[in-house]
Nanobody, 129 residues
């Protein structure tokens, strides 16, 4: 069973930075896409960023140029570096991965879960103005 554990959330002032981590256990991540999603209070969960097994990336328009997704397969961990944070970035951030190798959905299309089968419990990011 795959388990994902996010960490690194917290309270930060607008303009600040945070780095989130997603540690996986139960299988090696090297052949799977890793995604970051977020859910703000009262809103639907939304896509933030994804990284493929070959380090190709996709970002939501709202975070392009500010957030960077990366992965360290040796540590079985994915990261989300968040810079120039804004109050509207306040949300619970989740990492997720599918059960199928080499599956890379079209993150440019709207979808609920993008075929992600495993989800962490989330880490809260609060950005104060």
């Amino acid at each position: 069973q795959v388990q994902l554990v996010e960490s690194g959330g917290g309270l930060v002032q607008a303009g600040g930075s945070l780095r989130l981590s997603c540690a996986a256990s139960g299988r090696a991540l090297s052949s799977y896409v890793m995604g970051w999603f977020r859910q703000a209070p009262g809103k639907e969960r939304e896509f933030v960023a994804a990284i493929s097994w070959s380090a190709g990336t996709n970002y939501a328009d709202s975070v392009k140029g500010r957030f960077t997704i990366s992965r360290d397969n040796a540590k079985n961990t994915a990261y989300l570096q968040m810079n120039s944070l804004k109050p509207e970035d306040t949300a619970v951030y989740y990492c997720a991965t599918p059960s199928s190798r080499y599956y890379y959905p079209d993150f440019t299309l709207p979808a609920r879960n993008y075929g992600m089968d495993y989800w962490g419990k989330g880490t809260l990011v609060t950005v104060s103005s």
